[in-house]
């Protein structure tokens, strides 16, 4: 099943002269029951009740220029490219398009799943296969909704950033990949994962320790306005049991975040927690229960670590400007131009074997069992290919389902740079791990001179994104890396020739975006 979407460029906007933020959040809950749960892929169950609301968290900047950018923060697996462009058709005429719209998911795994708008994972992300185009345009409209209400609500602001680390309610789930990375030898004394408490396992420490929080303070009351928040930590805790919809511990962060924030008489901040490099990082405990526990103590964690960096954030905020930088990267062209043999990308995309053990934090029957193990590589693929060493899962099927099947993902994976005040926003259309996201941090760190955050997960949903050395073990990370083991290096050149001297964005214009979908 063929769909278009009309891309419609955006609508450039007045200056006012001042900086200006506003924010809002609009739920999405779907109004219907039994609706797959995307995240677990076959194993995942129907939402057959609402544990928890999920909502749409829309953060509106504009500079004095005029210029303006939007991130939105959702309660789901993960952005799509079709919520994404549908979503900008909507907002252009504010004039936030493709190139201004950041949306980001929470990576929630007991959110629905269908609406995707590519046959591969609207296929496999959810017990259920095909694409609920009712449902998509539902969150799409809702999404839009609480951008438009986001400029709406917008007034004199500034931006503030701050930073604290968190330990002790994550784990690496995937340490002995992760330890083939030259970082790991040096991972506890790092800038990044430097100063963990004594008692801690290393499964502990090789994480992204970081809360990093973006706070807009109203001028001149000095009133937060929203609060948008990051840490690398999959949003799993309630695990694969739920029967229900749930923004898992993100959404324990965000109520509690809110309620201590709440002053009497005045509007509470507009709240959102995001995640950055998350790939191989799994709530706590690394034995034992998942569940409404569990995502209540990472949650409430989360929160009063943000809590306690909000008033460094709203001491340093000053009028900000807008820098919006949006590339649309088609898969089709293979490798980076100058960076081929470090750059280059799978001409097909593949599976490996150890997708099919499932995750550290819900295996599948296929493990249990032993006819699957991490790790399992394969000479499927001829040493020169990106894909090499792993070994493809389903064996012959798996061509099948790429040939005649027609299963594939995202032709184009949009990617955003967007700075604020003194800091890059980036994202990864899918799941980047530790170090993954953090070498595309020193790239445009590098690039630029500003610091830099990661957001996962965003733009459109492709898979992992793990380092080559982290690929090479075939772990179910990088099983799970659909491109092959240069897939983070080219995202992170793709950033330096986007951000670095005479980078601009992908032009816009007004067009038709196909997706290919499954009823």
Known sequence: MRVTINRACPTPQPATGSSRAGAASVDITPPAMDLPLAGYS????????????????????????????????????????????????????????????????????????????????????????????????????????????????????????GLVRLWGVSRNRSQAAFERNAEASNWSHSAVGGGAPPGLDLDQIFIDPRVRVLTAVARPSGRPLAVFATFGCHATSMGPTLAAYSPDWPGVAVREVSAQLQQPGVAAPVVAVGLSGAGDVTPLPPTGEQGAVLADDVGQAVARAIVTVVPEAVAVARPFHVDTRWHELHVRERYVPGFKATTLLAQQWAFGASV?????DARTEYYRIGLVREGMTGNDFATSSPQYPKARALGPLQPFLRGAGNFSPSPALPLHAFRVGDTWLVTVPGEPTTVAAHRIELAVRAATGDHCVVVGYSGDYSGYFTTEQEYRAQHYEGASTLWGRHSTEHIRRQYERLLGPGGTSTPVARSKVAFNTIP
């Open 42 to 161: 076959f194993d995942g169950k129907l939402g057959s009740r609402v544990a928890g609301r999920l909502f749409a968290h829309a953060l509106y900047l504009e500079d004095a220029t005029g210029a303006a950018a939007a991130w939105v923060i959702c309660d789901l697996h993960s952005a799509s490219r079709y919520l994404h462009e549908k979503v900008a058709a909507a907002t252009a005429s504010i004039g936030i398009g493709v190139g201004q719209l950041m949306l980001s998911g929470t990576h929630t795994h007991t959110g629905p799943g269908n609406y995707y708008g590519n046959s591969l994972y609207d296929f496999l992300a959810q017990p259920h296969p095909g694409f609920n185009r009712t449902l998509a345009d539902l969150l799409a409209s809702r999404i839009a909704r609480a951008v438009r209400l986001a400029k709406d609500a917008s007034g004199q602001a500034d931006v503030g950033w």
């Open 356 to 360: 099919l053990a499932g995750a550290e």
